[in-house]
């Protein structure tokens, strides 16, 4: 383990991404990505009483999922990382709470999936492990009821807000295996520039993207131009557009090769979702179904993957708060 | 960095706690610990508009405290461990959010404080980092607002229930240093034995404290009388007995060397706090106030910290859902 620049760790033994699973809900089953999926639930409920039961669900059956398609078993693993959005990380806690694993909960509001991923490496590339696994989720139905209005009423959506990924994703890191390889983490500093609009976390998260990422080139000595890709999850169309502007205005050119997990998860034009996809399932199922398949098969070689948060919850946004937001990258090479 | 028995890392290397610092609120500066804290705050919002952001307030004067106290600048400290009882967290990320150091946000429950030092630990460990800041916090009426009744409502409380306590308390780990040393680490699993009751939360978190408990044993080969202190936080006192009583039916007899943060915190007698005290800030600012001094001074040589948490929130209890706990270990030697 070697601290290099500012922010970033350098694995000396890098952990493989041994395997991944992703389950996804009926609105995702339409998207654009709906085929990577390892499954797609038509019932939003999945058969449970509440939203908040079928989310916990949705980590359960994906965890049993990825043990499954991997060559270890549940003993095997040392230690889980997980956490999600609803108050007290109940998801993770109620859907891992039969694993058996010692467990550290995360919060990192939809950050979470690569903060996990980032712990996780530490514990497997200092040797304090040999296998972990990392999970998370989100639950449109779940989110808007906590954090927005009862979808009972109907509320309009502003075009600057996204629509939450309904999903689990997780991952187990390892200390054997062939790759992809997690190289280097680069967590995040908490920044806020005063935005107040919890209509608009693309606004929110984007300048913690570009504060992660030029650190990141900083302190590795590389361009954008290194990668095949460079992920973020989930700015959406917005954050997007204000992230790529941005790192322009920084030097740093991320047009050709650079996309956001939000905008990938659904169809703009058909599937309202306005400023796209977020939530800690998006990054989480998205790279948990297409990227990792995209480094296994060697279609990809490098990329750098950032996952932002808007460390908010409705109580500060109704006490005039503004929006902290962070981003934690990781670079993922074959 | 040795992987150990079932759960527990050992360490090469071992962290030292550079620095501890904590602040308490009115309650608290009334009961018998009040002379170990660094500071005690009369008034429970201390001059802010609400008690979410008085909490904040308790963890950013608590951290600089912290770092005027050390012989270290902020600059120094490269990754922050954080997290809290309030929904997403809000009074770590917004109490840290000008503090510019990566971020790392973390939910335990009132286990947060150890499962911040088990994380932090690892990073200086495996030398990932030269330095990294622990902090937590937990207030009574944010609290009580949050989980419980409006406060203006002056509900009854039963016997088992437990006073969350107003503070907070941090910590420097560092690679330098001339201890206490962080030793062991013997992160729990999630255990769940079905209790429902969310105004008994001592009774539902010690099986979580036994069963951490007997794997740091069993995977250090340690018995009970290794250590000058074994201390939980926060099973108050009817945890405590239970844990006690549990222990014994195990074999282990912890009797005369256990005692529990909750216990501690307040007066059974005259405070009116029924089976104790609770929340992050519970252990968060007695071990930083208290049992770091101890250790410091040499007049303790070896405790056992175990901080426990309930991973729940209102709307699983509403759901009808058990209440699954957890407890983090780490062992602390001069």
Redesign the interface.
Known sequence: ???IGM?T?KFEKPPTILETASIVGPKEAQGPMAKYFDQCIEDEFWGE??W??AESKFVKETVSTLISKSSISAQDI??CFA?D??????SS??G??????????????CSTFV?SM??GS??V??????NVLCATSSHFCSAEKQFRFPLELGNQRPPTSQWTVTGSGAAILSSSGEGPYITHIT????I?MGIKDANNMGAAMAPAALDTLITHFKDTGRKPSYYDAIITGDLGHIGKEILTELAETKGYNIKSNYNDCGVLMFDKETQDTHSGGSGCGCIGTIFSGYFFKQLKDRKMKRILLIAT?A??????TQ?G?SI?G?AHAISIEV
């Open positions: 383990m070697e601290h922010q760790i009483k509440s908040e039961k040392d230690y956490g959005l609803l108050n007290q990380c109940i806690s109620f891992l709470r039969e694993l058996n694993i010692p467990f550290f909960g995360v919060f990192g509001a903060e980032c712990l530490i514990f590339g200092s040797g304090s492990a040999k967590p995040g500093k908490i806020d948060g460390l908010m919850n409705s109580t500060s006490q708060e902290p962070i």
